[in-house]
């Protein structure tokens, strides 16, 4: 057999919605110490409406100070920066941008075509002289000009590669 619920007046119902709505908690001492006198003589002047002792979840007042708490129930220091959970959920899902990379692709593009312009307008003649690319190769100069446009550009990957690393 069910127990029937009891019906609360609605002029009763709305005035209690009216005072929740009102409370300001701003979670400072006096306010929990004022608030405990006020049901304490609330529950002293009329006995018929004590609580009964249901058990119910914590209201939205309740959920709010939970948070505001630290651990201990202390609330947290002024400099406490941490960052709530959904926040770093968001951050470790996130992909990383791609703009390194396309940078380090236009450097490399704008090192790699002035290289080649500086190489071809100071070892022009010796470039055509050489007939076999194996010579081109046994040459010093021409190693140290290869390496001296082929290093810088892979340096810019290995940077794009730290700062896209870096973002993850």
Same mark, same amino acid.
């Given at each position: 057999?069910?127990?029937?619920?009891?019906?609360?007046?609605?002029?009763?119902?709305?005035?209690?919605?009216?005072?929740?709505?009102?409370?300001?908690?701003?979670?400072?001492?006096?306010?929990?110490?004022?608030?405990?006198?006020?049901?304490?003589?609330?529950?002293?002047?009329?006995?018929?409406?004590?609580?009964?002792?249901?058990? !119910? =979840?914590?209201?939205?007042?309740?959920? !709010?100070?939970?948070?505001?708490?630290?651990? =201990?129930?202390?609330?947290?220091?002024?400099?406490? @920066? !941490?960052?709530?959970?959904?926040? #770093?959920?968001?951050?470790?899902?996130? !992909?990383?941008?791609?703009?390194?990379?396309?940078? $380090?692709? $236009?450097?490399?593009?704008?090192?790699?075509? #002035?290289?080649?312009? #500086?190489?071809?307008?100071?070892? /022009? @003649?010796?470039? $055509?002289?050489?007939?076999?690319?194996?010579?081109?190769? /046994?040459?010093?100069?021409?190693? #140290?000009?290869?390496? =001296?446009?082929?290093?810088?550009?892979?340096?810019?990957?290995?940077?794009?590669?730290?700062?896209?690393? $870096?973002?993850?």
């Amino acid at each position: 057999m069910a127990n029937p619920t009891k019906a609360k007046d609605p002029a009763e119902a709305a005035l209690s919605a009216v005072e929740e709505a009102l409370k300001l908690d701003f979670g400072g001492p006096e306010a929990a110490a004022s608030e405990a006198a006020a049901e304490a003589n609330t529950v002293a002047a009329d006995p018929a409406n004590r609580p009964q002792a249901e058990p !119910r =979840g914590p209201t939205q007042r309740e959920e !709010r100070q939970s948070r505001r708490r630290g651990r =201990g129930g202390r609330p947290p220091a002024a400099n406490d @920066d !941490r960052r709530n959970i959904g926040n #770093l959920i968001y951050a470790l899902q996130r !992909r990383p941008s791609s703009a390194p990379f396309w940078g $380090a692709l $236009a450097l490399s593009a704008v090192w790699a075509a #002035l290289g080649s312009s #500086l190489f071809m307008s100071a070892f /022009s @003649d010796k470039v $055509a002289s050489f007939s076999d690319p194996q010579a081109l190769l /046994s040459s010093p100069e021409m190693i #140290l000009a290869a390496v =001296g446009i082929g290093v810088p550009i892979i340096f810019f990957f290995v940077m794009a590669m730290m700062i896209w690393r $870096a973002q993850e």
